[in-house]
């Protein structure tokens, strides 16, 4: 039997007095999403709408981060953009996790040849510099929020995969999992209930830390004019279209980039609190 | 040692011939290849011609033999040619190759004279605003996208002070000094990006080091404080580092194609995207086929390298 461990709210409160940076950081996370859920309610403008009488001006009362080329508000641009982000980085994250988790808790429990397999592949897509599979996938499939979110996700299974395979390896010898096996459960029982809960606490934390990445990612697409297509507001098309007027209107150039910033360093920022709440052993010195 | 690089080598066919597979799928995947070189409505109104090309193309062959015929032509360094321009694809990429190699090597060599040190010196002052603040800068360098970066490199320097050019390339073999001011910049933007995990493995593999026995006995021997660190700690520490190292090969080739973009390089990244931006899948294929056995390469030779740096590691013994 192993010691009991704290309860997990115990554990998140004392994690709170420890890691403060970790806290304050989540707190700006929940409040970006609400934002981003409520956009249309916060949003001044209409992201959309241009405002001929208002071009590309300087940050003001009216306009707190100013106006693009044909007018739009960037506070509201950047409103919407941010909702964008947080839903690829969730539905590419879930993405990754959905097809790697299971590629990897199959391969560490079965071990031989499927272990040796499905590894070889997550090898071999692994072999593939994110961006450029991301790219590769974008110009096959033509670029859009559903592909963007694809792209970006299938980066991010080997990740998930050898994660989970590493935890599955070391879990399976367990004793906990050879009294099942003892009580004649089946193998999906076995890697469902028994240890696939023992091995969740990395997984969170990895899946906080790809929001990050992932976050990052879609900017960059969206950048190289790949990602998610204009009209729709995403803080790299804010940033793809502001970049050729750096000279003449830097701030269409400052605040989407400050806001994606603040989101991926937040996000690296409670996945490393979270590591140190749910996985002591990966405590740094 | 030899043994081991073989068996080694060996162990990285199947991978590239998956990559190839994979890359090969491009083709196909992204629709009729005979409709993207010709248009739709013209195979729609010249059925003989579209079965020519089909035919010229060798798209009429079932598709193992496709990809057989594929897979021998890129033996032999026929990777095509691009649907847009007509020009071989392995002659449009190795022209652009070495201004690549130059902004990633550049980039490299800038991230590990930042972050070696960094690590170094957070780990030594360990828990104190020096460590705090490397670490601060470390996740910083994580989060912050690397085209804003240098946009913002671009406004500071190149537009706002106006001491360096904002964009453009000069070969190092041209004006070498002219080379160096116009690859400051992009190269400081793609290194500043590789710093964060490197200066975070670094301090950690140094903390571990410094916490030996070995390390105790030096300083007991009374060793001077520097060489404890950079002869007992520093190399010992470098073995972790360097699989930070060779992994970053595929986000510096992911990075190159940001950075390219951002301060108009003429670059293979900047080739590539325009590929995609124009759906010329021959270009798309030949950039990601070159990527992919850059990192696979620098898997390798980190591998080897492993052997270098510890010598306890003796290779198929």
């Given amino acids: 039997m192993r010691p009991a461990a704290p309860a997990l709210p115990a554990r998140l409160r004392r994690l709170v007095r420890k890691k403060p940076v970790g806290a304050v950081a989540f707190f700006i996370i929940l409040a970006l999403a609400i934002a981003a859920i409520a956009s249309p309610l916060l949003a001044p403008y209409d992201p959309l709408e241009p405002n001929y009488n208002a071009l590309r001006q300087e940050p003001s009362f009216a306009h707190p981060f100013g106006t693009d080329q044909i007018g739009r508000d960037l506070l509201s641009r950047i409103i919407y953009g941010t909702r964008i982000s947080f839903l690829v980085g969730v539905v590419s994250v879930g993405v990754a996790v959905c097809i790697g988790t299971p590629i990897g808790l199959i391969a560490g429990y079965f071990r031989g040849p499927t272990d040796e397999l499905l590894m070889r592949i997550i090898d071999a897509i692994s072999a593939f510099p994110s961006l450029v599979l991301a790219l590769a996938i974008v110009a096959v499939l033509e670029p859009s929020l559903l592909n963007v979110m694809v792209a970006v996700g299938v980066t991010s299974v080997p990740i998930f995969a050898r994660l989970t395979r590493s935890q599955v390896l070391s879990l399976r010898e367990r004793d906990f999992v050879l009294a099942a096996t003892s009580t004649g459960a089946s193998d999906t029982r076995i890697m469902l209930r028994h240890i696939m809960p023992n091995a969740a606490s990395p997984l969170i934390v990895q899946a906080t830390l790809g929001l990050g990445i992932a976050i990052l990612a879609e900017a960059s697409l969206g950048y190289l004019g790949v990602g998610v297509q204009p009209p729709t507001p995403t803080l790299g098309g804010i940033l793809n279209q502001g970049a050729p007027l750096i000279e003449r209107a830097p701030w269409l150039s400052i605040a989407p980039g400050v806001a994606i910033f603040t989101l991926v360093l937040c996000f690296n920022l409670v996945g490393d609190a979270l590591r140190d709440a749910l996985d002591p052993r990966q405590r740094k010195g | ?317």
Avoid at chain 2, 293 to 306: C, I
């Fill in chain 2, 1 to 317: 040692m030899s043994g081991y690089l073989v068996r080694r080598a060996l162990n990285a066919i199947p991978l590239l011939l998956f990559v190839s597979m994979a890359v090969f799928a491009l083709t196909h995947l992204s629709g009729d290849p005979v409709e993207a070189i010709v248009g739709g409505g013209e195979v729609a109104s010249n059925p003989e011609l579209e079965a020519r090309i089909r035919h010229d193309l060798g798209l009429d062959d079932p598709l193992p033999v496709q990809y057989l015929n594929w897979l021998k032509g890129v033996l032999r360094g026929d990777l095509g040619r691009s649907i847009q321009t007509h020009q071989p694809v392995r002659e449009a990429l190795a022209d652009r190759l070495p201004t690549t190699l130059q902004l990633a090597l550049a980039a490299w060599a800038i991230g590990i004279l930042i972050s070696l040190p960094l690590g170094v010196i957070a780990a030594v002052r360990q828990n104190t605003w020096v460590d705090h603040g490397a670490t601060v800068l470390a996740l910083s360098g994580v989060a912050v996208p690397s085209f804003w970066m240098g946009l913002m490199f671009i406004l500071f320097f190149g537009v706002w002070a106006d001491i360096l050019p904002p964009s453009g390339f000069v070969s190092i073999t041209d004006d070498p000094l002219k080379a160096l001011q116009y690859l400051i910049l992009p190269a400081v933007t793609l290194g500043v990006h590789q710093t964060g995990s490197l200066t975070r493995q670094m301090r950690s593999a140094m903390v571990e080091v410094l916490n030996q026995d070995y390390v105790r006995t030096a300083r007991a021997k009374g060793l001077v404080e520097r060489s404890v660190i950079i002869r007992h700690g520093v190399r010992n520490a470098m073995l972790p580092v360097l699989t930070v190292l060779g992994l970053q090969a595929g986000a510096l080739v992911g990075g190159t194609v940001v950075v390219e973009q951002v301060f108009a390089i003429p670059g293979m990244g900047r080739l590539a995207l325009t590929a995609v931006l124009a759906h010329d899948i021959p270009v798309v294929q030949g950039f990601v086929l070159v990527a992919t056995l850059a990192v696979v390469t620098a898997n390798l030779v980190t591998d080897v390298m492993y052997g270098v740096l510890d010598p306890r590691i003796h290779y198929g013994r």
